[in-house]
């Protein structure tokens, strides 16, 4: 079965610091994909970013990366220049082809961003 | 190009009784899954449809069943509503490759 933890229920950041979401999972599956997912108070699940596990380079899309550590199962996710508009519920999530084509979700970290 | 789109968006049901949730996937998209996502929570795998046919299930009681029809479109219904049930239903549909789960903005039922 495929875990996935987020240790942080709450974060805050200053508008424009950069801020960092932790997440660790578990599983067996060798061919395997990562995401982090956002969703605001509209409900609206959002993609943000993935991650292949096969692939060695982080993934970065404009003010978002992540922090792969495949041996040490881990999959932040860090938020540069953060804006009003990234304040939302971020969820980290996996997903393996061979185990059901599921995505198994974390419990969720809510961000906040001050000005 | 329309994304998921889902109905109701709110719905209030008394425990015992049944309910349908639809939801119409994005243009070119032949899978759908249903996640449970209770308040505070991260969303739970129901189950998926691909081409009409269920293609695996989470950990929910058969009360939880569903239907793909021929446009890919997606129904969820629960019999027997119990007060656990409330929740966000959220539906994702996804094309090749199916990772790519694009989500509708869900259903918030509420069971009472």
């Known amino acids: 079965a495929q875990t996935v933890t987020q240790s942080q229920p709450e974060m805050s950041v200053q508008e424009a610091e950069t801020v960092t979401l932790s997440c660790t999972y578990d599983t067996s599956e060798s061919d395997y994909y990562l995401f982090w997912y956002k969703q605001p108070p509209s409900r609206q699940m959002i993609l943000v970013i993935r991650?292949?596990?096969?692939?060695?380079q982080n993934a970065t899309e404009n003010r978002f990366s992540v922090n792969f550590q495949k041996a040490a199962k881990s999959f932040s996710l860090k938020i540069s220049d953060s804006q009003l508009g990234d304040a939302a519920m971020y969820f980290c999530a996996d997903y393996s082809p061979t185990s059901g084509s599921r995505l198994t979700f974390g419990e969720g970290t809510q961000l906040t961003v001050n000005p | 190009e329309t994304g998921v789109t889902q109905s109701p968006t709110h719905l209030i049901k008394t425990r015992g009784q049944q309910v349908t949730l639809r939801c119409s996937s994005q243009s070119g998209h032949n899978t759908v899954s249903w996640y449970q996502q209770a308040l505070g929570q991260g969303p739970q795998f129901i189950f998926q449809y691909y081409r009409e046919e269920e293609n695996g299930r989470g950990n929910f009681p058969p009360r939880f069943s569903g239907l793909q029809f021929p446009n890919y479109s997606s129904e969820l219904n629960v019999n027997a509503l119990e007060l656990d049930d409330s929740a966000l239903y959220l539906c994702a549909s996804s094309g090749t490759p199916t990772y790519e789960q694009y989500f509708g903005p869900g259903t918030r039922l509420t069971v009472t």
């Open positions: 991650q292949e596990a096969y692939k060695q």
